[in-house]
Protein backbone atom coordinates (compact mmCIF):
# COMPACT_ATOMS: atom_id res chain seq x y z
CA UNK A 1 0.00 0.00 0.00
CA UNK A 2 1.60 3.55 -0.99
CA UNK A 3 1.90 6.59 0.95
CA UNK A 4 1.37 9.83 0.12
CA UNK A 5 1.80 13.49 1.11
CA UNK A 6 -1.34 15.89 -0.10
CA UNK A 7 -0.26 19.59 0.04
CA UNK A 8 -3.34 21.79 -0.38
CA UNK A 9 -4.53 25.44 -0.46
CA UNK A 10 -7.74 27.23 -0.50
CA UNK A 11 -8.58 27.84 -4.48
CA UNK A 12 -9.72 31.22 -3.74
CA UNK A 13 -11.65 31.31 -7.32
CA UNK A 14 -14.23 28.94 -5.83
CA UNK A 15 -17.49 30.32 -5.14
CA UNK A 16 -17.15 30.73 -1.63
CA UNK A 17 -20.12 31.88 0.21
CA UNK A 18 -20.08 35.41 1.69
CA UNK A 19 -23.25 34.77 4.17
CA UNK A 20 -20.74 33.97 7.35
CA UNK A 21 -23.56 30.86 7.85
CA UNK A 22 -23.30 30.00 4.57
CA UNK A 23 -19.13 29.63 5.14
CA UNK A 24 -19.07 27.44 8.23
CA UNK A 25 -21.67 25.19 6.99
CA UNK A 26 -18.84 24.85 3.90
CA UNK A 27 -16.45 24.27 6.54
CA UNK A 28 -18.41 21.63 8.63
CA UNK A 29 -19.14 19.65 5.97
CA UNK A 30 -15.31 19.70 4.39
CA UNK A 31 -14.27 19.04 8.44
CA UNK A 32 -16.67 16.14 8.03
CA UNK A 33 -15.21 14.79 5.20
CA UNK A 34 -11.68 14.65 6.47
CA UNK A 35 -13.07 13.02 9.92
CA UNK A 36 -14.21 10.46 7.50
CA UNK A 37 -11.11 9.92 5.65
CA UNK A 38 -9.32 9.45 9.06
CA UNK A 39 -11.85 6.84 10.35
CA UNK A 40 -11.36 5.23 7.31
CA UNK A 41 -7.99 4.96 7.28
CA UNK A 42 -7.21 7.10 4.22
CA UNK A 43 -5.64 9.66 5.82
CA UNK A 44 -3.63 9.00 9.01
CA UNK A 45 -2.27 12.97 9.65
CA UNK A 46 -3.78 16.37 8.85
CA UNK A 47 -3.15 19.52 9.12
CA UNK A 48 -2.90 23.47 8.44
CA UNK A 49 -0.07 25.91 8.04
CA UNK A 50 -0.08 29.36 9.52
CA UNK A 51 -1.03 30.85 6.89
CA UNK A 52 -4.63 29.76 7.24
CA UNK A 53 -5.24 29.01 3.52
CA UNK A 54 -2.92 26.15 2.98
CA UNK A 55 -2.02 22.53 4.79
CA UNK A 56 -1.04 19.13 4.86
CA UNK A 57 -2.67 15.77 4.60
CA UNK A 58 -0.77 12.05 4.71
CA UNK A 59 -2.11 8.98 3.92
CA UNK A 60 -1.94 5.53 2.13
CA UNK A 61 -3.81 3.65 -0.40
CA UNK A 62 -4.12 3.10 -4.08
CA UNK A 63 -3.91 6.36 -6.41
CA UNK A 64 -7.66 6.07 -6.80
CA UNK A 65 -7.85 6.24 -3.24
CA UNK A 66 -5.85 9.68 -3.25
CA UNK A 67 -7.69 10.59 -6.29
CA UNK A 68 -11.37 10.33 -4.76
CA UNK A 69 -10.30 11.82 -1.81
CA UNK A 70 -8.88 14.85 -3.01
CA UNK A 71 -12.03 15.07 -5.51
CA UNK A 72 -14.03 15.47 -2.82
CA UNK A 73 -12.86 18.97 -1.91
CA UNK A 74 -13.01 19.92 -5.11
CA UNK A 75 -13.41 23.11 -6.55
CA UNK A 76 -12.52 24.45 -3.15
CA UNK A 77 -9.29 23.22 -2.25
CA UNK A 78 -6.47 22.85 -4.52
CA UNK A 79 -4.38 19.31 -3.93
CA UNK A 80 -0.54 18.67 -5.01
CA UNK A 81 -0.33 14.91 -4.16
CA UNK A 82 3.79 13.17 -4.19
CA UNK A 83 3.61 9.50 -3.28
CA UNK A 84 6.40 8.54 -0.81
CA UNK A 85 9.08 6.58 -1.17
CA UNK A 86 10.04 5.31 2.41
CA UNK A 87 14.02 6.09 3.53
CA UNK A 88 14.58 2.20 3.66
CA UNK A 89 13.11 1.45 0.24
CA UNK A 90 14.77 4.45 -1.75
CA UNK A 91 17.92 3.30 0.31
CA UNK A 92 17.34 -0.39 -1.33
CA UNK A 93 16.84 0.92 -4.13
CA UNK A 94 19.47 3.23 -4.73
CA UNK A 95 22.43 0.56 -3.49
CA UNK A 96 20.73 -1.86 -6.05
CA UNK A 97 21.40 0.88 -8.70
CA UNK A 98 24.79 1.51 -7.31
CA UNK A 99 26.40 -1.98 -7.56
CA UNK A 100 24.41 -2.50 -10.98
CA UNK A 101 26.68 0.34 -12.42
CA UNK A 102 29.77 -0.95 -10.55
CA UNK A 103 28.94 -4.16 -12.02
CA UNK A 104 29.02 -2.57 -15.24
CA UNK A 105 31.79 -0.26 -15.31
CA UNK A 106 33.82 -3.43 -14.45
CA UNK A 107 32.79 -5.40 -18.07
Known amino acids: MARFLVLWRLNWSAPWPTDPSKALEL ?9 WL ?3 GVVEEYGI ?10 GKGEATDVF ?3 S ?6 ICEVHEI ?17 IAAAKK
Open 38 to 40: MKK
Open 72 to 77: MFQPYV
Open 27 to 35: NETMWTGID
Open 68 to 70: SAV
Open 49 to 58: FPDGASGFAI
Open 85 to 101: ISHEKSREIMRGLMKTL
